[in-house]
């Protein structure tokens, strides 16, 4: 049984806390890895060999660094297949949703090679006479990162590669639900020539994130992961005065016109929203079908109904199973929730097992239709292959609909009128919008912007928003007067 190890210094040490934690294969729930939890002085050292870090890399120029992500870029890519296989056994997503988990990080990693230009920044001339001023950008310290089980490659490398391109040092706590892939994306930043004490990884929970939103040391907090733990974080990295962006949970609705081009919105709501089942903070869990589209409901459960939970690399498995039993208890128990108050499941998963693995944490898709927003299965996020059918008259009540829901992370229009797009862009209160894309997850040169429930903080994920949130601006006014230019005779002496 393979013990997962911290990287503390440069090196990978075993934790020394109380606690054990098992990492499982969600397939049939059997230990494949035990987490010794950091103890107090684990999470010391490691915060300690972020500071030492910092006080050599800061001075690091900043081309060097970007080297450090070319050639880190060039490692990931060279063993994307292997990263994939280990992220597939320890989350279940298929082989394909478990590359695209991977490649999605490199693209961070190659926004981090551009940090120079990222990293310009302005100046006047002769704000008054003789008097120029200049802004530079200035890495802020130990910067923390706090990342959730679902896309164990991709968050990571949303933090920390931007945060060390920009100067920083780093302390990732992974998810103890499938801190493997992590760990292997830090050895390759080893490899890729990262020095001692840059990236640390911890493993653990509360206790660990407790302390590190309690140390003085750290100046940036990044969290991913749900709506109570999110605010927690948010509301103690800031009484701290620290800096924080904790993006959360989400509830993204598909607002279906009638106008909409048929194949196109059931072939692109299958995948969108029990693919990965369903546990993607942008899946589509909310269709919403106005006026006539409501007659293409009985056809998108067709489809959806076609998709079957599998293995990894069984190749016609449409979705794996959930991460742990306990997702599962939560899942069935809304989609009894959902029979209870009044919803029509149209298709119901509840009983879905895979022969052979009858102790994995499988629901199959589920559809319902008749929802209605007082309903469970509405309010909460459900992060299960759950799809949930809601009727409106008119694009107006759609809105109303969507805006009134406490969640922005995502959303999409499919529409063949410019006019119904032009007005639900403009209109709707959420942070990513997509038109006939299903799910509109921006790619790194832009910013991961969710709104309202889905993030709290100022400055997103990702893109030029990033590189203020892990920096400092230094704004510097000088003045140097022709008087005190040295004579020709003074600067041959000089020379
Ligand atoms: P989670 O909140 O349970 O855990 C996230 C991280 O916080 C983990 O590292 C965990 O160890 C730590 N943690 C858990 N409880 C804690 C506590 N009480 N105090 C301090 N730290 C704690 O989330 P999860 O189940 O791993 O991930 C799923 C959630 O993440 C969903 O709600 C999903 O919507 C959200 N998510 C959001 C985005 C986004 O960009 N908005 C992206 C991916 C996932």
Redesign the pocket.
């Known amino acids: 049984m393979q013990n997962v190890p911290m990287l503390i210094n440069g090196e990978w040490v075993s934790g020394k806390g109380e606690q054990t934690i098992a990492v499982t294969n969600p397939a049939n729930n059997e230990t494949i890895a035990n987490i010794q939890c950091a103890s107090e002085d684990d999470m010391t050292a490691a915060i300690d060999s972020a500071v030492r870090a910092f006080e050599t890399w800061r001075d690091v120029p900043v081309t060097e660094r970007a080297r450090l992500m070319m050639r880190y870029q060039a490692l990931l890519k060279q063993y994307h297949d292997e990263l994939a296989t280990l992220l597939a056994s320890e989350t279940g997503k298929t082989f394909d949703d478990a590359k695209g988990d991977v490649w999605r990080g490199i693209e961070v990693v190659e926004q981090a090679m551009n940090v120079p230009s990222m990293m310009m920044g302005e100046t006047v001339e002769n704000v008054a006479r003789n008097i120029d001023t200049a802004s530079y950008i200035q890495p802020l310290g130990v910067c923390v990162g706090?990342?959730?089980?679902?896309?164990p490659a991709m968050?990571p490398l949303w933090m920390f590669p931007l945060a060390i391109a920009c100067g920083n040092t780093f302390v990732l706590?992974?998810?103890?639900?499938d801190p493997l892939t992590p760990n292997r994306l830090a050895e390759l930043f080893l490899e890729a020539g990262a020095p001692p004490g840059v990236l640390n990884v911890v493993h653990?929970?509360?206790a660990q994130?407790?302390r590190l939103l309690n140390d003085d040391h750290i100046k940036a907090v990044s969290?991913?992961?749900?709506?109570?733990?999110?605010q927690?974080?948010y509301k103690t990295a800031t009484a701290n005065l620290k800096r924080a962006q904790c993006?959360?949970?989400?509830k993204n609705h598909t607002v279906v016109m009638p106008d909409a081009n048929k194949e196109h919105v059931l072939n692109n709501l299958v995948g969108a929203s029990v693919g990965a089942a369903g546990?993607?903070?942008?899946a589509i869990s909310a269709a919403v079908f106005v006026g006539k589209a409501k007659s293409w409901i009985p056809e998108l459960v067709e489809r959806i109904a076609k998709v079957k939970p599998g293995l990894w690399n069984d190749s016609e498995a449409g979705f794996g199973p959930l991460?742990s039993p306990a997702?599962k208890q939560r899942v069935l128990s809304l989609i009894e929730q959902g029979k209870k108050q009044g919803a029509n499941c149209l298709l119901d998963g509840s009983d879905f097992t895979v022969p052979g693995y009858e102790n994995g944490n499988w629901v199959g898709a589920t559809v319902f239709s008749e929802v209605t927003p007082d309903m469970a299965i509405y309010q909460e996020?459900i992060?299960g292959p759950v799809l949930s059918c809601m009727t409106v008259d008119s694009l107006d009540e759609a809105l109303s609909l969507v805006n009134a829901n406490p969640f922005g992370?995502g959303t999409s229009i499919f529409t063949n009128s410019g006019a119904a797009a032009r007005k639900y862009q403009h209109e709707v209160t959420v942070g990513q919008v997509g038109i006939n894309v299903p799910i509109p997850v921006p790619l790194p040169f832009f910013s991961?912007t969710?709104w309202k429930n889905?993030?709290y903080g100022d400055l997103h994920?990702y893109g030029k928003q990033a590189v203020r949130f892990y920096t400092e601006t230094k704004t510097v006014t000088s003045r140097w007067l022709d008087d005190d230019i040295p004579g020709p005779l003074n600067l041959t002496i000089s020379m």
């Open positions: 706090i990342t959730p089980f679902n896309f968050i706590k992974p998810s103890e639900q653990g929970g509360k994130v407790d969290f991913v992961g749900s709506v109570p733990v999110g927690a974080i993006f959360a949970g989400a546990q993607r903070c942008m991460i997702a996020e992060f992370n991961f969710g889905s993030f994920a």
